[in-house]
């Protein structure tokens, strides 16, 4: 309850509005209605992953959350695209639980470092072993993906296609992560879906850096475009409409 806390005193402090705040306390409620569920669903996937090659599993504990958003996707047709891609774990998410689906994973694996100013989180790999894993989990399901080895900005130069669910994913940075939600935006068909990560990631000293503050923004720039569908600890997803 403490970190709940905490998140809604993050939530008052970057301006969130009403809405925002409404449904991070009806996700607290229903975590704890959903609680045994939800902590099957987590255990299910993390098995499933557990003779995969990765350095950190940040996604496992957004399975459920992902099963309840993603629920009309289940049995049909749909094109994903991922913005930040790392080792896979969220691609193999929907490559195993969707079997319709199409990916396209967009990240540049591009290393940096301690001394890079940055506070991503992962200055500390080698990047190339990471790429590595991503094409080692990802290898049985070579047909419905495609990769691209790039960062998001080139991608979306290049891109000729409409997605009906996108996941923003990439660098943390605000300037970054608000660039990459205004062009995933023109690209999400109508009725798609946008999980927008890290909402509550506060690695940036100044509040101003950190994904929130962009996506906050965002949102100010598409009013009546888009109905929220949840906001967890982790995510915010929204519905274009």
Known sequence: MEKANLRIFYLNKIKANNKIIAEYLKYILLSFIQKNKRKKT??????????????????????????????????????YLEIGSFEGISALYILENYPNAKLVCVDPWLQLSPNSGTSEGYEHLKM?????????????????????????????????????????????????????????WK?????????????????????????????????????GGFKIIKLTKFQLSIRKI
């Open 128 to 184: 190339i072993d990471i790429e590595n894993n991503f094409n080692t989990n990802l290898s049985l399901f070579h047909n419905r993906y495609q990769k691209y080895k790039a960062k998001s900005d080139e991608f979306f130069l290049k891109n000729k296609k409409e997605f009906d669910v996108i996941y923003v994913d990439g660098s943390h940075i605000a300037h970054d992560v608000l660039n990459d939600c205004l062009s995933s």
């Open 42 to 79: 987590i255990n299910n996937y993390r098995n499933f992953i557990k003779n995969k090659k990765f350095t950190h599993d940040f996604f496992s504990p957004n399975t459920f959350d992902w099963n309840d958003i993603l629920y009309r996707y289940k049995d049909i047709k749909f094109n």
């Open 187 to 223: 690209i999400l068909k109508k009725n798609g879906v946008m999980i927008l990560d890290d909402y509550f990631w506060q690695n940036y000293k100044e509040i101003e850096k950190n994904p929130a503050t962009a996506i906050n923004e965002f949102l100010d720039m598409i009013p």
